[in-house]
Structures are given as structure tokens and as C-alpha cells.
Nanobody, 122 residues
Framework: QVQLVESGGGLVQAGGSLRLSCAAS????????MGWFRQAPGKERQFVAA????????YYADSVKGRFTISRDNAKNTVYLQMNSLKPEDTAVYYC???????????????WGQGTQVTVSS
């Protein structure tokens, strides 16, 4: 069973940057498509970015396109989310997730981390 642990969240001013990391245990990390989602208070969990098993294909929500970059290092069992030009509306708990396929919807993911808080001040 693969377990996911996120890190790298924190408080940052608008316009700043953060890099989130998600470390996976187990030897099957490379068989999972990986994604990042976020959830703000009182709102549904929403898709942010996804990457395929080999890291050769990525997809982004329109709201983060051009500002966020998802990447993975299968040798380190880790997926990253580089977040630049952060805005107050990016404030949320960020979750990494794993899916047996490349996917962009919550229901296709069956592995979830515990989440890491990102707060962007104006």
C-alpha cells in the first residue's frame, strides 16, 4: 500500500513562490498517475494539476496554468508542485493524490495524502 506525505506548505505574500513535495512510500509509485488538488474552506476539492506515470505529460487547471508546474522524480518516489506568482485566491489545503490512470477528477484518485496548508496574504 502506497502512502503519500505532503510538505512545503506555509504562509507567503502575494507574488511569492512555494514548492510542495509529496513523498510516496512503497515500490509502486511509478505505476501511479499523480495529481494535486486543493480545498478552500467551505468549498469543494478542486483539481490543480496532474502528471502521467513517466512524467512526460501534464495538465493544469486554467486558474493555475502558467504559474504552477507539476513534476515527478520516480527515483525519489516524489511528486512536486512549484507554485509561482501566488495569489490570495490560491489559499487552500493542498493534497497530492495517486490514481491508476492519468486523471483530472477527484473520483479517479484512490490514494490521498493528509494535505498541507498554503496561505497567501495580500
Amino acid at each position: 500500500q502506497v502512502q503519500l506525505v505532503e510538505s512545503g506548505g506555509g504562509l507567503v505574500q502575494a507574488g511569492g513562490s512555494l514548492r510542495l513535495s509529496c513523498a510516496a512510500s512503497g515500490r509502486t509509485f511509478s505505476t501511479y498517475g499523480m495529481g494535486w488538488f486543493r480545498q478552500a474552506p467551505g468549498k469543494e476539492r478542486q483539481f490543480v494539476a496532474a502528471i502521467n506515470r513517466s512524467g512526460t505529460y501534464t495538465y493544469y487547471a486554467d486558474s493555475v496554468k502558467g504559474r504552477f508546474t507539476i513534476s515527478r522524480d520516480n527515483a525519489k518516489n516524489t511528486v512536486y508542485l512549484q507554485m509561482n506568482s501566488l495569489k490570495p485566491e490560491d489559499t487552500a489545503v493542498y493534497y497530492c493524490a495517486g490514481s491508476p490512470m492519468f486523471a483530472v477528477t477527484v473520483d479517479k484518485y484512490d490514494l490521498w495524502g493528509q494535505g498541507t496548508q498554503v496561505t497567501v496574504s495580500s
